[in-house]
C-alpha cells in the first residue's frame, strides 16, 4: 500500500515539475576544456534547446581528472533537469581504468540521448612509408615496438582507438600520452612521434594540408567530413570499429517527464539542418537515440573497453 501511494505521489510529483519546466536557466557541464569536440558539439546545441525550452541553456566546461570532475557534478547535483552533463566516450572507459571513479555510471545517471558520433582517424607523419592500412600492418609487424603513437592521454578514446588497432592487428607499438589531442597533433606533425587516432576535428586540417597521412576512419562508416577516406575495416582490420560519443544525461532520478521533454527537443535540434552542417564540418554524425538506446550503447561500450583495456595490459590508476 504504502509503495504504491509513494510511487503514486512520484509520479504527480514529476508531473508537476515537468508541466512548469523549465522554469530557469538550464546549465550544460562539458567535462573537457573549451574547443575540443565535446565543447564544440556542446555550443552547436545549446542555442537550438534554448530556443526550444524557452530558457537559456548555459555550456559550463569542468575539466580535469579524465572528464571525471564534470561527471561528478553532475551525479551529485539535484534530480530536477536543471543540471545536465554532455556525456563522452570517457564514462564508458574510466571504470576500466581507475580504481576510484567518483559516480557509477550506470547508476548515477539518467541517459537522455546520444547526441553525436565522431570517428577517430589513424594517422601518420608522412615520412613513414606505410601508404595504406595494409603496409602500416607490414611495417609495424617488421619492427615490433619501434614505432611509436600519441594520444591525448591514457584512457583517452585517440589512445584506446590505437590499442584496439594494435591488438586486432597483432601489433606492438610505444605509447606517448600527451596532456591532450592538441599538443600531440602538433608533435606528429612535426615528426617526433609517427602516428596517433585524434578525432577527424583535430585531424583534419592536417590531413588536408598533407602534413598527416590519414590510414582510415575508426567508425562502422566513412565520415561525412571526409568521404575519401575509407574506414579500418575497409582498409584491412576487418570488423574493427572505435568511436568517440557525446550525449546528453541527466541525474539519476530526475523525472521521466522532465528526460521525455529533455530528448524530444534534444532529437529535434539534431534534425535542423543548419545544426547537421555545422556536426558534419567537424567529421560528426547526429544521433539523437532514446534513453533507453543510449542506455544500453554505454553499457556495451563499457564492456568493450574493458576488454580492451585487458587485452592491452593497460593497469588501472
Not at 602500416?136 to 584506446?160: D, E, R, V
Not at 575508426?218 to 560519443?245: F, H, L, M
Amino acid at each position: 500500500m504504502w509503495l504504491t501511494l509513494g510511487a503514486c505521489v512520484a509520479g504527480g510529483i514529476g508531473v508537476a515539475q515537468a508541466q512548469q519546466y523549465p522554469a530557469r536557466s538550464i546549465r550544460l557541464v562539458v567535462p573537457s576544456a573549451p574547443g575540443g569536440g565535446t565543447d564544440i558539439s556542446a555550443r552547436i546545441l545549446a542555442p537550438k534547446l534554448s530556443e526550444y525550452l524557452g530558457q537559456q541553456v548555459v555550456v559550463d566546461n569542468r575539466p580535469g581528472a579524465g572528464s571525471m570532475i564534470g561527471g561528478e557534478i553532475v551525479a551529485r547535483a539535484a534530480p530536477d533537469g536543471y543540471t545536465l552533463l554532455m556525456g563522452i566516450s570517457t564514462l564508458a572507459i574510466n571504470p576500466s581504468l581507475y580504481r576510484k571513479v567518483p559516480y557509477d555510471t550506470a547508476k548515477d545517471f539518467a541517459p537522455i540521448s546520444q547526441a553525436v558520433s565522431l570517428s577517430n582517424v589513424i594517422v601518420s607523419h608522412p615520412s613513414l612509408p606505410a601508404k595504406n592500412v595494409k603496409e602500416l600492418i607490414a611495417i609495424g609487424k617488421a619492427k615490433p615496438g619501434q614505432l611509436n603513437f600519441a594520444s591525448a592521454g591514457i584512457g583517452t578514446s585517440p589512445h584506446l582507438s590505437m590499442e584496439l588497432f594494435l591488438v586486432m592487428a597483432g601489433l606492438k607499438m610505444t605509447h606517448v600520452p600527451y596532456k591532450g589531442s592538441g599538443p600531440a597533433a602538433v608533435d606528429t606533425v612535426a615528426g617526433h612521434v609517427m602516428l596517433m587516432a585524434p578525432n577527424m576535428l583535430t585531424a583534419l586540417p592536417y590531413i588536408r594540408t598533407s602534413r598527416l597521412r590519414a590510414y582510415g576512419v575508426t567508425g562502422s562508416k566513412r565520415s561525412p567530413g571526409a568521404t575519401d577516406i575509407p574506414t579500418i575495416a575497409e582498409a584491412g582490420v576487418a570488423g574493427y570499429e572505435a568511436v568517440q560519443w557525446y550525449g546528453i544525461l541527466a541525474p539519476a532520478g530526475t523525472p521521466r517527464p522532465i528526460i521525455d521533454r529533455l530528448h524530444a527537443d534534444t532529437v529535434k535540434a539534431l534534425q535542423q539542418k543548419d545544426v547537421r552542417e555545422k556536426l558534419a564540418t567537424d567529421g560528426a554524425e547526429p544521433v539523437g537515440s532514446t534513453p533507453e538506446q543510449f542506455g544500453a550503447y554505454i553499457k556495451s561500450e563499457t564492456e568493450k573497453w574493458a576488454k580492451v583495456v585487458k587485452a592491452a595490459g593497460i593497469k588501472p590508476e
